[in-house]
């Protein structure tokens, strides 16, 4: 068992670019432990990863529906849509510009199947990522913010026993700032996993919020330079007996 069957993701993965990389970054996600240091009382991960690992998920591109309305207007919208790229050009590296496969086994298992989508150019972004079929569902967004303003809004939907996964790195130069909301809505039956990394030489506001969903784990990480800035604030919401 695991999140995804070991038959499914390695047939998705003979449809991709950079085979043998991916295979290898797969290989790292069996490999990896979900901890490296076991819960404690000042140290919990608030996580039931035998949830994840029940799931045995396939991994495939699905059905695009006509009928799916972003959640927010006047942005540019990059749908991803039951495995379903549309708005961005997808790039077929699996690797990310910040983020290691090393640093957790589910970004391991993310990067050795998602697309790619890279951001670098000012504006306000969306990326919708929807899904509502019982399918694992990674994407792998690079955000370079040299200069001027960035407003990027992560927002993920999902239903059934699906399992969004995404891996977001954002490098805000000295000359940028960057606006940054992640959100993950769920139903008591969904799945989702997000790890966030930025590096700020310039400003960053970050919101993040989590609800609904059966099991979510969600990290966000920030290094900042000499003379830069950020704020954050985050709220996780549970339904019934999710909490």
Known sequence: MGVVKEESAKGYIKRLGHEAEREELFLTYVKSPYQV????????????WNAFDSLSLEVREGK?????????????????ANN?????????????????PKEHKLVALNL?????????RPGRYLIYHYVDEDVYSPINVEVEAKEDVFEVVYYAEGYGRAMQSSTIYIDVGKNAAVNFSLIVKGENSSNAFSYSKVRVEGSINTSIFV???ANAHVQYKSFLQANS??????KALGTRDNN
Not at 64 to 80: F, G, H, Q, S, T
Not at 84 to 100: C, H, K, M, R
Not at 112 to 120: C, E, G, N, T
């Open 37 to 48: 240091i076991n819960d404690s009382p000042t140290l919990k991960h608030y996580t039931n």
């Open 64 to 80: 695009r529906k006509a009928d799916i309305e972003p959640p927010l207007k006047d942005y540019k919208l990059i749908l991803v």
């Open 84 to 100: 379903v790229i549309e708005g961005a050009e997808t790039l077929d590296s699996p690797g990310n510009a910040g983020i290691s």
């Open 112 to 120: 050795a199947l998602s697309k790619k989508v890279k951001i670098d």
């Open 211 to 213: 609800a609904g969903a």
């Open 229 to 234: 800035s950020a704020s954050f604030n985050a």
